[in-house]
């Protein structure tokens, strides 16, 4: 495919997003698989296209000289012209990729070109940063350089298995397959992957065990749980298993590491991951954790969130959030965490965490939890981490079950 015809492509998959009810992901998979004329290369070309445009929809929309709105939505074309102004494409590079000419997209009109290049820094934060118009209170409290990052592309992360490897020799697998990292931020065991990020998932090194693919932030967060040989663990919203393996390593091998989700099929993958990582963990279904109770010196809980800090991995979150889910996740949140501590034991922890930088969902609910549950007090300073820290956003934060 020619690189006008890719933009095609990705205007054509903009507009089908913006109708549809499924998730970009699922939009742009979908593609795929109705043009197998379009090789490998040109799908993570389309796809990249893609995911650019709807991380600055707003923002693109403004310099192309359109209006986006929750009520009118900016058509695709505009969103990609805009989105490749923003890249530093001048007129006379765009007048040739809109020629019109085989499958490119049709000619730039004289109106479309007249509206070229409205300046971003007179557009409203909420255009200048790109969000939705309603979530601005909930993010006056963040500086426009943590909002900022969520607008590019997030750098691929790796956490080493410390009990297969350290990061010197993980840092050597990887580059004799041909991928190059080093050691990131925010984690000991924390890679950064400067070269060679698509082979990570068929690499040897991760069939091995040697590493997982963790953001820093999230890697942070486990940390920050602080689990030790010996102790009874329970990852409470395990899912796929990747802070349930950082804790179980945390453990050194010395431990009860217990894994738990509300929906089961979550956990199948982890079965596999633990066995790779050379660890031993107990999955629990929604209604097996009776015997736990009051037993868990570590109860861990990566409740289900807006995501905000994660939205440069998961772009259409942002624009699929709505005052009504968040203010559902923020009841599932409060359940769920009281569910949780009566895993706890009388001394134990309960670590909250959330890949959010939305204080309702953060500050708000431990404040909440802590009010209904006096059994329990605040432990050490929370983890708040923006994408300025070099990860995604995350928080974190300690309440400790009181002695007797």
């Not at 209904?372 to 300690?398: K, S």
Request: net charge positive.
């Amino acid at each position: 495919m020619t690189p006008a015809a890719r933009i095609q492509a990705a205007i054509d998959i903009v507009d089908r997003w913006r109708s549809a009810a499924q998730g970009l992901d699922q939009i742009v998979a979908s593609w795929g698989r109705e043009n197998r004329y379009a090789g490998s290369g040109d799908r993570r070309a389309i796809a990249d296209l893609v995911y650019d445009a709807v991380r600055r929809l707003r923002s693109a929309a403004w310099v192309a000289g359109a209006e986006d709105t929750d009520h009118a939505p900016a058509a695709g074309r505009a969103v990609l012209l805009g989105s490749l102004v923003l890249d530093g494409l001048d007129r006379t590079a765009l007048a040739a990729l809109f020629s019109g000419e085989g499958y490119a997209p049709a000619p730039l009109a004289a109106a479309e070109t007249a509206r070229l290049g409205r300046p971003l820094d007179a557009a409203p934060r909420p255009v200048r940063l790109d969000f939705p118009n309603w979530l601005a209170p909930h993010l006056a409290p963040l500086p426009d350089d943590a909002l900022a990052p969520m607008r590019e592309r997030a750098a691929v992360f790796l956490r080493v298995n410390l009990l297969r490897a350290d990061r010197e020799a993980a840092i050597a697998a990887l580059a004799g397959e041909g991928i190059g990292a080093e050691p990131g931020p925010l984690a000991p065991a924390c890679l950064r992957v400067l070269s060679g990020a698509r082979h990570v998932a068929q690499s040897r090194a991760l069939r091995e065990g040697l590493v997982e693919v963790q953001d820093a932030a999230s890697q942070a967060a486990a940390d920050y749980a602080r689990a030790r040989p010996g102790e009874t663990v329970l990852d409470y919203c395990a899912g796929a298993g990747g802070k349930t393996l950082a804790l179980a390593a945390a453990m050194r091998g010395a431990g009860r590491m217990h894994a738990h989700d509300i929906a089961p099929q979550r956990l199948e993958h982890l079965v596999e991951r633990a066995r790779r990582a050379g660890v031993e963990v107990r999955l629990h279904g929604a209604d097996e954790l009776q015997p736990l109770a009051g037993r868990c010196d570590l109860v861990f809980v990566d409740a289900p969130c807006s995501g905000s800090g994660t939205w440069r991995r998961q772009p259409d979150a942002k624009w699929r959030l709505s005052p009504q889910t968040l203010a559902a996740h923020t009841q599932s949140q409060d359940a769920i965490l009281a569910a949780a501590a009566a895993a706890v034991r009388p001394g134990g922890r309960l670590v909250y965490a959330t890949c959010s930088m939305l204080a309702l969902e953060n500050e708000h609910r431990m404040r909440r939890f802590l009010a209904a549950h006096p059994a329990f007090r605040p432990g050490r300073q929370p983890l708040r981490l923006t994408p300025i820290d070099g990860g995604d956003g995350f928080f974190a934060c300690e309440l400790v079950r009181k002695p007797g």
